[in-house]
């Protein structure tokens, strides 16, 4: 089955505490981003990678880190948690139109 | 920064009845448009896109896009209780191939 998955799907962690969630899609799509989904502020982008080792800025960038070591993994990293990025996090992954595919979603509380 | 504008809602249709989304965008050279549909706790999933102006039908949705006016639509017909979800509004903004700009969607409740 075509999908994205993300693991975990619920965290709750504390301030400061390094964290990774991971994303992989098998679609062999080359473009995959991740975006957080706050209430009143939609879906706002992070980061993005249009390839392999190719990443970029989104509009809320600051926290948070991404690797793109490989085409079907695309994790996201919060060297350090704070509480203004509680947050619904999706990863999604498109291949050469616009149309996103989204993963589950992961519920992230900092404490 | 550009912005894509939603009422937040709720919008409460009975079943069987039109709903009428609408969504507006503040760059004049957006080109494509998408809706997406959400249900609570889960993630988004397309419904449908359009990029040239006019009406685009698909089953018993239909986009609209007015790009003088800068507003896109989504009519829902024949509304059923499982279509209660929040609609959102995505756009592709001039000069932004690799990005989507959401709107913060509008809630849909459809009653029996």
């Known amino acids: 089955e075509a999908q994205v998955t993300q693991n975990p799907r619920y965290l709750i962690t504390v301030t400061g505490k390094k964290l990774t969630v991971t994303c992989s899609q098998n679609?062999?799509?080359?473009?995959m981003s991740w975006y957080r989904q706050d209430p009143g502020l939609g879906l706002r982008q992070i980061y993005y990678?249009?390839?392999?080792?190719?990443?970029d800025k989104g509009d809320v960038p600051e926290g948070y880190k991404v690797s793109r070591k490989e085409k079907r993994n695309f994790p996201l990293i919060l060297e350090s948690p704070s509480p203004n990025q509680t947050s619904l996090y999706f990863c999604?992954?498109?291949?050469?139109?616009?149309?996103?595919?989204f993963g589950p979603g992961t519920r992230l509380t900092v404490t | 920064q550009k912005e894509v504008e939603q009422n937040s809602g709720p919008l409460s249709v009975p079943e069987g009845a039109i709903a009428s989304l609408n969504c507006t965008y503040s760059d004049r050279g957006s080109q494509s448009f998408f809706w997406y549909r959400q249900y609570s706790g889960k993630s988004p999933e397309l419904i449908m896109f359009?990029?040239?102006?006019g009406d685009k039908e698909d089953g018993r949705f239909t986009a609209q896009l007015n790009k003088a006016s800068q507003y896109v639509s989504l009519l829902i017909r024949d509304s059923q209780p499982s279509d209660s979800a929040t609609y959102l509004c995505?756009?592709?903004?001039?000069?932004?191939?690799?990005?989507?700009?959401f709107g913060a969607g509008t809630r849909l409740a459809v009653h029996p």
């Open positions: 679609m062999n799509h080359e473009y």
């Open positions: 999604a992954s498109r291949d050469r139109g616009l149309q996103l595919d």
């Open positions: 359009i990029y040239s102006n």
């Open positions: 990678s249009m390839n392999v080792e190719v990443t």
């Open positions: 995505a756009v592709n903004p001039s000069g932004g191939y690799n990005k989507l700009i």
